[in-house]
């Protein structure tokens, strides 16, 4: 199994910037990819950003693209998200995912980011 724990959510202005972390424990060497996914009140779960765990391949939402990077610590075992130009929309729980093979995906427990116009 994987822990998955989230952290560096907020309050901030529109226009200004968060950055997300999430620390993976436990089962990590068979980890394929790591993604941040987000949901806003009344909306489903939606994809925003993901990143293999070995490679440089990245991936990511259109609403985000330009706005938001992902990247990744392998030694720390932590993936990040960086979050720029934040618009009100962006308000959401924002959740950590990993792909852990043979065994499926992990969630983490979500960090709230709220983006105030």
């Known amino acids: 199994q994987v822990q998955l724990v989230e952290s560096g959510g907020g309050v901030v202005q529109a226009g200004g910037s968060v950055r997300l972390s999430c620390a993976a424990s436990?089962?990590?060497?068979?980890?394929?990819?790591m993604n941040w996914f987000r949901q806003a009140p009344g909306k489903e779960r939606e994809f925003v950003a993901a990143?293999?765990?070995?490679?440089?391949?990245?991936s990511y939402a259109d609403s985000v693209k330009g706005r938001f990077t992902i990247s990744r610590d392998n030694a720390k075992n932590t993936v990040y998200l960086q979050m720029n130009s934040l618009k009100p929309e962006d308000t959401a729980v924002y959740f950590c995912?990993?792909?852990?093979?043979?065994?499926?995906?992990?969630w983490g427990q979500g960090t709230q980011v709220t983006v105030s116009s």
């Open positions: 995912n990993a792909e852990v093979v043979g065994f499926g995906n992990y």
């Open positions: 436990g089962r990590t060497f068979s980890m394929r990819a």
């Open positions: 990143v293999r765990w070995s490679g440089d391949s990245t």
